[in-house]
């Protein structure tokens, strides 16, 4: 019913940008607050960041705060992660996702998941 792809992950060296976009496809776009996570091998999946649906309410996970930033365009079904001042331990598969309910940090909150882009930072 409801899918997500991401796009926009690659290698670069600390202290650069990327910014990661994901393209919800299906209905009712606008009624959902999305979010992005991220897992490092053999680590726990993280809370980076999340937006409502009216796009006018935000929060970051304290690891990103100050560095990174999420949107939406409802128009055009997609958010995105703007990710500057990249560190190595920013290293992980990001993810984006869909909330159908519970704490906004929470991953079992999100009930559709994309498939994951690749951020590789050097140092």
């Known amino acids: 019913q409801v899918q997500l792809v991401e796009s926009g992950g690659g290698l670069v060296q600390a202290g650069g940008s990327l910014r990661l976009s994901c393209i919800f496809r299906?209905?009712?776009?606008?009624?959902?607050?999305m979010g992005w996570f991220r897992q490092a091998p053999g680590k726990e999946r993280e809370f980076v960041a999340t937006?409502?649906?009216?796009?006018?309410?935000?929060e970051y996970g304290d690891s990103v705060k100050g560095r990174f930033t999420i949107s939406r365009d409802n128009a055009r079904n997609a958010v995105s992660l703007q990710m500057n001042s990249l560190k190595p331990e920013d290293t992980a598969v990001y993810y984006c996702?869909?909330?159908?309910?519970?704490?906004?940090?929470?991953?079992?909150?999100?009930?559709?998941w994309g498939q994951g882009t690749q951020v590789t930072v050097s140092s």
């Open positions: 996702a869909a909330r159908t309910g519970g704490p906004l940090t929470s991953s079992g909150s999100y009930a559709y």
């Open positions: 937006v409502t649906y009216g796009g006018k309410t935000t």
């Open positions: 299906g209905s009712a776009f606008g009624a959902y607050t």
